[in-house]
């Protein structure tokens, strides 16, 4: 079996991803339609700094199959129904570049 096969069967949880498309006349956010991502959620709690220097806890990690242009603007909604904001994206390389998105909610 190929790491990629063996890497897709840890996959096992699905997300909504909405990216971020600008603000509306109230300087609220506006967001795409929903993209169905398949990605493993591991719930992890770690204690983070948001981008204004307040201290947020996270609440997972999600590693996505796939690489997608997800940002800090954007927002993910998890299985439950509970959307939350981006706090953290890294995308670690391999020999052939990046193959999968870790985003940290």
Not at 5 to 29: I, P, S
Not at 50 to 64: F, L, M, Q, R
Not at 71 to 83: K, M, R, W
């Amino acid at each position: 079996m190929a790491f990629e096969d063996e890497f897709l069967d840890v996959m096992v949880d699905t997300v909504l991803w909405e990216k971020m498309t600008g603000t509306d006349q109230y300087g609220n956010r506006t967001y795409a339609a929903p993209v169905r991502i398949q990605c493993r959620i591991a719930p992890k709690y770690v204690q983070l700094l948001d981008p204004h220097g307040n201290e947020i806890v996270s609440k997972a990690n999600i590693y996505t199959a796939g690489d997608y242009a997800i940002t800090p603007d954007d927002l993910i909604t998890q299985p439950n129904g509970e959307a939350d904001p981006v706090l953290r994206v890294a995308r670690p390389p391999d020999g052939d570049g990046a193959h999968h998105v870790e985003v940290t909610i």
